[in-house]
């Protein structure tokens, strides 16, 4: 396993950069914004996974280790594979991958090439308790959705028909009123719909 590159960026094309290590040049597969942070002629550090198949090795390379372990959690679902899961990263920044997987958001999803509504939601059905933390607003300590009562109150948010991002926000609004002990998740979601009924 390469779990990464470091060398200097002898080349840099629409999909894929080449990073010279010990004097080899190795040509690893990147976002788009993984690449506009690349200078040809610059120092890189990247984090990558190595695809091995019969007839190929294909190294993934990503801006950073977090963005890397999401792309190897997109392979676990059943249909995802290298191309589908990068794609992913292209389309979206890797905290609203884990926001749409958390919040069932099929038509965040969809907006990936390759993946249709069934594939979407097969993605959140194996995905959805693997994510972990989810960062929101400005990624502070308020600002991370930990699986209890942040994603309760967004899924309420959501069923009353707020859309993701309004729910987002209301979250994050919450969360920064907390001082001290944290109310009961019903208390939370009227206050998050208080807050929802001003901003209209």
């Given at each position: 396993?390469?779990?990464?590159?470091?060398?200097?960026?002898?080349?840099?094309?629409?999909?894929?950069?080449?990073?010279?290590?010990?004097?080899?040049?190795?040509?690893?597969?990147?976002?788009?914004?993984?690449?506009?942070?690349?200078?040809?002629?610059?120092?890189?550090?990247?984090?990558?996974?190595?695809?091995?198949?019969?007839?190929?090795?294909?190294?993934?390379?990503?801006?950073?280790?977090?963005?890397r372990?999401?792309?190897?959690?997109?392979?676990?679902?059943?249909?995802?594979?290298?191309?589908?899961?990068?794609?992913?990263?292209?389309?979206?920044?890797?905290?609203?991958?884990?926001?749409?997987?958390?919040?069932?958001?099929?038509?965040?999803?969809?907006?990936?090439?390759?993946?249709?509504?069934?594939?979407?939601?097969?993605?959140?059905?194996?995905?959805?308790?693997?994510?972990?933390?989810?960062?929101?607003?400005?990624?502070?300590?308020?600002?991370?959705?930990?699986?209890?009562?942040?994603?309760?109150?967004?899924?309420?948010?959501?069923?009353?028909?707020?859309?993701?991002s309004?729910?987002?926000?209301?979250?994050?609004?919450?969360?920064?009123?907390?001082d001290?002990e944290?109310?009961?998740?019903p208390?939370?979601?009227?206050?998050?719909?208080?807050?929802?009924?001003?901003?209209r």
């Amino acid at each position: 396993m390469i779990a990464s590159v470091r060398g200097v960026v002898a080349a840099i094309f629409h999909d894929s950069a080449v990073v010279e290590v010990g004097g080899v040049g190795m040509r690893v597969f990147c976002t788009p914004n993984t690449l506009a942070g690349l200078r040809t002629g610059g120092e890189a550090r990247l984090a990558t996974t190595l695809i091995v198949r019969e007839d190929s090795l294909t190294l993934f390379g990503f801006a950073d280790d977090a963005e890397r372990q999401l792309f190897d959690l997109l392979l676990t679902a059943n249909g995802v594979g290298p191309r589908i899961a990068q794609a992913v990263l292209a389309v979206h920044q890797p905290d609203a991958v884990r926001r749409a997987l958390a919040g069932g958001d099929v038509a965040a999803l969809t907006k990936v090439p390759g993946i249709g509504k069934r594939g979407a939601e097969k993605m959140i059905v194996e995905l959805k308790d693997k994510i972990g933390p989810i960062a929101i607003g400005d990624g502070g300590p308020a600002g991370v959705l930990n699986g209890a009562w942040q994603e309760q109150v967004r899924q309420g948010v959501l069923a009353l028909g707020w859309s993701a991002s309004q729910a987002d926000q209301a979250v994050a609004a919450v969360a920064e009123s907390i001082d001290g002990e944290t109310p009961s998740v019903p208390v939370l979601l009227r206050q998050a719909i208080r807050l929802l009924g001003k901003s209209r």
